[in-house]
């Protein structure tokens, strides 16, 4: 599949003309500047993407006629004199917006040929115009992110739409360097727009209005002629082309530094610094949809072998930015509502208040988690702050039944190779690791519980204990499908081994003496410790165990309360449909946790925030008549109204794709022969995965929902310290020579993994299919 993102190349500079409205005079100012940049390059194109009208009309053609040297070109022309996307109904052209970009690129990249040159490339309309798929041409261009000239409107009212046409592109992600117009004395709006857009740092001029039309078609092409040399000649005109050849420069010489002066400026996270170079950090220029916009050393070492080969690259973001974008980078409607809340909040305390976003979003997640339980909702500000406030909430709660004093010794229960973050309390969440065990103050305050886990190794699923349980467990065991794992009934052998197994070591660790405060558990996947798939069955007996154990002394009859310890799902990553369903620990192992955690794909990567999803039992803990008794924990921002403005727009559009049927092509092919019922289902193929898990240097492989894990054979053994997956991410990053786009991504030692955003499409996810593929070669 073809992926084109934004582009720059050192010696073609590229603009792009926007109109603040129809007939605001874009094709003149274009022939303007075809003409100022003429006196200064050899090369000038001009480009329409698309016209609508009579061929002897089109725009291309008023280039060519009128501005002599430069070469014109219309790559879609409609001969029906409307909006693009009624005449190209009548079209039997591919007009999809991916096809279009792609016919700019490629035009435009013919024109890189290693000399110096510009190209001005005029849209249609205005900047929210219709483009033939029915997207506005904001969106449409947006992944090229071209600089952009934006023609104001003379008019009357052209005040509020020039200004409004500047917001909808600033909005969007584009950079607009200049904005000018006709210098119309009647209503003086350059006076107006250039002082409004000098406030703004944004270059803006007025030139004088053409010459009126001649009843002779000689006289007035001489009569404008005449204009454009004058005009083009004009000082402001000069001194912009001057400034857009420095901009141009600029933008050049800054994307290439970065990399080096952020070695001198960033301290960056989860990274060994000795390692680290102005060769080894990507530069990131923009986003959109799936994909970066990359720069690196080595694509600035192709692009001076090569002038046609851009500085940026489009890299398919593999990490879905380390696990939160779920609907697309630039999203416009996110962007929009951001922008919205921005405007009617910007940020306001939450202490004794509410604003509607919150209160939206809150019930929302009560509504959608399935679970009875649940009951009130906590904000903070991510996801680490997030579990820090659920482990407080269920020790408490349990210290409060129990009759605990604040000096004794609570821990959790929880699960080896956990991680619910990287604050000094969530640390001590997790059995000692390389995320922890050298910081002075971790203790680690848990009991953590070793389990079997879901692979596919050569073609077939297994579930597989590890040495703690081989004794209790015996050999892998195998199935046909993902489904016959889910599918608990059918495992009571397993079942009742693991419950054996579970209550015997509750009970151990309560003679031992150990007072749990809580069970901590990531439901199904356990991420950053290396993406574990948590046989489900084994969680679930776990979590039953718990709750049919008579380790603290005090119970509840209460169907709603909590019963042996709170039950915490850690959902930062595994819920809110990262596995293909808006709840993990329901709609998976079946359970009602007493306490929710979710962030990440909260958002859709957009905002950081945080939800805390508790009890009423858990919250009634906390009730009394005394101030010291309450949860007596906040952020600054919690609350935040962008982000939960931004959070229940993201929710509503991906629950809109789970029941609008847009993941139904992902589903279908996972769903078993003959059965009526769906059940796991992975937006990567098992075609896919039982191929890849033939490759000699892979261990296993698993995928679940958009996630994708492919764990290699290291001969020192498995660890975050491993290096074993290191060259798989290397390659895919470098990619070929001849390749549009390449895959940037993160790993977990010897784990690569990868997964999709809940829009990335099918043919997307097969094109990355053959890379990866490729890549194990």
């Known amino acids: 599949?073809?992926?084109?993102?934004?582009?720059?190349?050192?010696?073609?500079?590229?603009?792009?003309?926007?109109?603040?409205?129809?007939?605001?005079?874009?094709?003149?100012?274009?022939?303007?500047?075809?003409?100022?940049?003429?006196?200064?390059?050899?090369?000038?194109?001009?480009?329409?993407?698309?016209?609508?009208?009579?061929?002897?009309?089109?725009?291309?053609?008023?280039?060519?006629?009128?501005?002599?040297?430069?070469?014109?070109?219309?790559?879609?022309?409609?001969?029906?004199?409307?909006?693009?996307?009624?005449?190209?109904?009548?079209?039997?052209?591919?007009?999809?917006?991916?096809?279009?970009?792609?016919?700019?690129?490629?035009?435009?990249?013919?024109?890189?040929?290693?000399?110096?040159?510009?190209?001005?490339?005029?849209?249609?309309?205005?900047?929210?115009?219709?483009?033939?798929?029915?997207?506005?041409?904001?969106?449409?261009?947006?992944?090229?992110?071209?600089?952009?000239?934006?023609?104001?409107?003379?008019?009357?009212?052209?005040?509020?739409?020039?200004?409004?046409?500047?917001?909808?592109?600033?909005i969007r992600g584009y950079d607009v360097q200049s904005v000018a117009l006709f210098a119309e004395s009647r209503y003086d709006n350059h006076s107006y727009l250039k002082d409004y857009f000098a406030e703004r740092d944004i270059h803006a001029f007025s030139v004088p209005p053409p010459p009126e039309r001649h009843s002779s078609n000689a006289e007035d092409a001489r009569a404008m002629q005449q204009y454009y040399e004058e005009i083009s000649a004009s000082s402001s005109v000069q001194s912009y082309a001057a400034k857009f050849v420095e901009d141009h420069a600029k933008r050049v010489d800054d994307l290439q530094a970065i990399s080096t002066e952020a070695v001198e400026a960033i301290w960056h996270p989860f990274m060994q610094h000795s390692e680290r170079s102005k060769d080894t950090i990507t530069t990131i220029d923009s986003a959109y949809g799936d994909y970066f916009a990359t720069?690196?050393?080595?694509?600035?070492?192709?692009?001076?072998?090569?002038?046609?080969?851009?500085?940026?690259?489009?890299?398919?973001?593999?990490?879905?930015?380390?696990?939160?974008?779920?609907?697309?980078?630039?999203?416009?409607?996110?962007?929009?509502?951001?922008?919205?809340?921005?405007?009617?909040?910007?940020?306001?305390?939450?202490?004794?208040?509410?604003?509607?976003?919150?209160?939206?979003?809150?019930?929302?997640?009560?509504?959608?988690?399935?679970?009875?339980?649940?009951?009130?909702?906590?904000?903070?500000?991510?996801?680490?702050?997030?579990?820090?406030?659920?482990?407080?909430?269920?020790?408490?709660?349990?210290?409060?039944?129990?009759?605990?004093?604040?000096?004794?010794?609570?821990?959790?229960?929880?699960?080896?190779?956990?991680?619910?973050?990287?604050?000094?309390?969530?640390?001590?969440?997790?059995e000692p690791s390389i995320y922890n065990k050298k910081e002075p103050w971790y203790t680690g305050r848990g009991q953590w519980l070793d389990f079997p886990q879901v692979k596919m190794r050569k073609s077939r699923w297994i579930v597989e204990a590890p040495e703690e349980l081989e004794g209790v467990f015996g050999e892998a065991r195998t199935f046909d499908s993902l489904d016959d794992i889910f599918d608990f009934e059918k495992r009571k052998v397993d079942s009742d081994m693991y419950r054996a197994y579970c209550d015997a070591r509750l009970a151990d660790l309560e003679k031992k003496g150990s007072k749990f405060g809580a069970l901590v558990i990531e439901p199904i996947l356990l991420g950053a410790g290396g993406m574990m798939f948590a046989d489900p069955l084994f969680q679930r007996c776990l979590v039953d165990s718990v709750r049919g154990s008579s380790h603290n002394a005090q119970t509840s009859t209460d169907d709603l309360n909590w019963t042996g310890m709170p039950v915490i799902c850690d959902e930062i990553f595994t819920g809110l449909y990262r596995l293909g369903r808006f709840s993990a620990s329901k709609s998976f192992l079946g359970i009602d946790a007493d306490i929710v955690a979710n962030a990440k794909l909260l958002t859709g990567g957009v905002l950081p925030l945080c939800t805390t999803t508790a009890s009423q039992a858990i919250f009634d803990a906390f009730v009394s008549d005394?101030?010291?008794?309450?949860?007596?924990?906040?952020?600054?921002?919690?609350?935040?109204?962008?982000?939960?403005?931004?959070?229940?727009?993201?929710?509503?559009?991906?629950?809109?794709?789970?029941?609008?049927?847009?993941?139904?092509?992902?589903?279908?092919?996972?769903?078993?022969?003959?059965?009526?019922?769906?059940?796991?289902?992975?937006?990567?193929?098992?075609?896919?995965?039982?191929?890849?898990?033939?490759?000699?240097?892979?261990?296993?492989?698993?995928?679940?929902?958009?996630?994708?894990?492919?764990?290699?054979?290291?001969?020192?053994?498995?660890?975050?310290?491993?290096?074993?997956?290191?060259?798989?991410?290397?390659?895919?990053l470098a990619g070929g020579p001849d390749e549009e786009w390449v895959i940037h991504s993160r790993v977990l030692g010897n784990v690569w993994y990868a997964m999709a955003a809940m829009t990335t499409t099918k043919e997307t996810i097969e094109s990355l299919e053959e890379k990866i593929y490729a890549a194990l070669e």
Not at 645 to 664: I, P
């Open 295 to 430: 720069h690196t050393t080595q694509q600035a070492a192709v692009t001076a072998q090569d002038p046609q080969a851009s500085l940026i690259r489009p890299a398919f973001d593999a990490s879905a930015s380390w696990w939160t974008q779920g609907l697309g980078h630039g999203n416009p409607h996110l962007a929009l509502t951001a922008a919205h809340a921005a405007g009617r909040y910007g940020h306001v305390m939450f202490a004794s208040a509410v604003h509607e976003p919150a209160l939206r979003l809150a019930q929302t997640l009560l509504a959608n988690m399935g679970n009875p339980r649940l009951s009130k909702v906590f904000y903070t500000d991510n996801g680490s702050a997030g579990m820090e406030v659920a482990v407080k909430m269920g020790i408490r709660a349990a210290a409060a039944r129990n009759g605990w004093s604040a000096d004794e010794d609570i821990v959790i229960l929880g699960l080896k190779g956990s991680y619910h973050g990287d604050t000094m309390g969530t640390m001590d969440c997790s």
């Open 1 to 170: 599949m073809r992926q084109v993102g934004s582009v720059l190349w050192p010696r073609l500079r590229v603009l792009q003309v926007y109109g603040a409205n129809t007939g605001v005079g874009k094709t003149i100012f274009s022939s303007i500047l075809c003409r100022a940049f003429l006196k200064r390059f050899p090369k000038v194109h001009y480009l329409k993407p698309i016209s609508t009208g009579p061929q002897d009309e089109a725009d291309d053609r008023h280039l060519s006629t009128l501005s002599k040297n430069v070469r014109a070109k219309c790559l879609y022309q409609f001969a029906d004199p409307v909006s693009p996307h009624i005449a190209a109904r009548s079209s039997k052209e591919s007009t999809s917006n991916d096809d279009i970009r792609a016919a700019v690129h490629d035009e435009l990249r013919s024109y890189a040929n290693g000399e110096d040159g510009v190209a001005v490339v005029e849209t249609a309309g205005g900047v929210l115009s219709p483009a033939p798929s029915g997207s506005s041409q904001a969106d449409l261009y947006r992944p090229l992110r071209l600089p952009v000239f934006l023609v104001g409107d003379h008019q009357l009212g052209g005040i509020g739409t020039t200004i409004s046409a500047w917001e909808s592109l600033h």
């Open 626 to 732: 005394n101030k010291t008794d309450a949860l007596l924990h906040g952020h600054s921002y919690t609350a935040h109204p962008v982000g939960c403005s931004v959070a229940n727009e993201s929710l509503k559009k991906t629950m809109k794709l789970d029941r609008g049927g847009a993941w139904d092509r992902f589903k279908q092919p996972w769903r078993a022969s003959g059965s009526e019922t769906l059940g796991a289902w992975s937006m990567w193929s098992e075609a896919f995965i039982k191929a890849v898990s033939q490759r000699s240097q892979v261990e296993s492989v698993f995928a679940l929902g958009s996630v994708l894990a492919i764990s290699l054979k290291d001969p020192d053994g498995k660890s975050y310290a491993s290096k074993a997956a290191y060259e798989m991410r290397d390659k895919l």
